[in-house]
């Protein structure tokens, strides 16, 4: 299995993981704001508060959440062990053949691969952590008692340095996506004058989309809760 090992730690073993962790995250991403837009609804917090209870009890969420945990950290090293690698042999960045090519995006994926890892650190600790540490108080729900996270939520989006770290956190995850979901496909070998252009425009209307969705939800809270 030496060979095995060997090409996982090759420049091409490490791109191929950082395309494959990236495409399952970007999935995450979907998953997440759907459950999270739940947020919106005008319903004094039950949707989003019951939706919680379900993704922090259900054993196989459970499970995938964790297996979630392991490759947030594997993208983030592995960025860092090629951009590293990168920069000492004074080559391209990551995934840029030819620097004149290259947008600003991907000269610059070290730098914001560490906003968002800040980011989720923020969103970990501001909430996943009080969560888990009993630092939420409890609500009824029918006959059902669970964590109020709802109201956690609207208390920490009235402040306004975490709004503001939000949107700074959801801009820098805006430029990571735009470049590096068009770089995943193209890694794993799908690159065709047919369909890449397809997946550039999905890529691109994805890192727009997608973070200003979850960018309305604490401006919602911040302006009008």
Known sequence: MSWFSNFLTSSIGK???MSLTGLFLILFLKVHLLGNLQLLKNDGGESFNVYAHFMTH?????????????????????????????????GSTYAVSN?????????????????????????????????KTG??????IGEMEVKDLYTKVAESFKITWIVVAYLIGLL???????????????????????????????????????????AIIPLVFYFTK
């Open 15 to 17: 791109k191929l993981l």
């Open 58 to 90: 259900n054993p196989l969420i459970m499970f995938i959440s964790y297996g979630n945990y392991f490759f947030i950290l594997m993208h983030f090293v592995l960025g860092l062990s090629l951009w590293a690698r990168n920069r000492a042999a004074k």
């Open 99 to 131: 620097h004149r090519d290259s947008t600003w995006a991907s000269r610059n994926m070290a730098l914001l691969g560490i906003l968002v890892l800040a980011f989720l650190l923020l969103h970990m600790g501001d909430f996943w952590w009080k969560m």
């Open 135 to 140: 630092q939420t108080s409890m609500v009824m």
């Open 172 to 214: 820098a995850l805006a430029f990571h996506l735009y470049h590096g979901f068009a770089s995943a496909f193209q890694t794993l070998g799908i690159n065709h004058t047919k369909y890449s252009p397809v997946i550039r425009f999905i890529g691109t209307a994805f890192s727009i989309l997608v973070p200003l969705a979850y």
